[in-house]
């Protein structure tokens, strides 16, 4: 009985932790969109397609001028929960500074449930600023995000994706052995091909 009450007292307190390092990543990832590197030539560390606009009888709200010293301190504590995580989590060597980093920023995304906008991890961007340069082949597919995952909208005539048996509806799961969950129709395209 003793064992089970440190176990629930032990899921309670990695349950909270999680709850604040999910809140602490989004000011995290606000701090990185509004602070990054201005260098000309630096890859930005978020590329997003924002088109959504407030509805007609809205009005935008209106961004502030000077960060103010609660802005400063909200990744202090995203650090400061890393950090503890490094210390005292379970299994220390799952945690990944810059894999939580990267799920904190995509978690921002995601709350925004907006479909038009997405996250590009550094390696993908410069990975399609290198291939937009140059001619761009695919496997001949129409794609859209639907739930999760990317579907496929329609195969183009005559192309791989048809000749391949790809039918409209069809769901990627994976590619080359990686679980497709949670891509972004971007994504997808500079991985498929």
Not at 96 to 108: K, N, P, V
Not at 132 to 144: K, S
Request: proline share 6%.
């Amino acid at each position: 009985m003793n064992s089970n009450a440190a176990r629930n007292a032990l899921v309670a307190v990695l349950s909270a932790l999680i709850g604040v390092l999910l809140i602490a990543a989004g000011f995290l990832g606000a701090f990185i969109v509004f602070n990054g590197d201005d260098e000309p030539d630096a890859a930005p560390a978020i590329v997003a397609e924002v088109t959504a606009t407030p509805a007609a009888d809205t009005e935008a709200p209106a961004a502030a001028d000077d960060p103010t010293e609660e802005d400063e301190i909200h990744p202090r504590i995203f650090t400061e929960i890393v950090d503890i995580l490094e210390e005292d989590f379970v299994e220390p060597e799952r945690v990944d500074r810059q894999y939580l980093m990267e799920g904190a920023i995509q978690g921002i995304f995601t709350a925004l449930n907006d479909p038009h906008s997405t996250y590009i991890d550094p390696q993908t961007y410069d990975i399609s600023r290198n291939d937009f340069r140059g001619a761009f082949q695919g496997i001949g597919a129409t794609i859209a995000q639907q739930d999760n995952y990317v579907v496929i909208v329609r195969p183009l005539p005559d192309t791989p994706a048809e000749r391949a048996g790809i039918r409209a509806g069809d769901v990627i799961l994976e590619v080359d052995g990686e679980s497709a969950e949670g891509w972004s129709v971007e994504k997808a395209v500079l991985r498929i091909r």
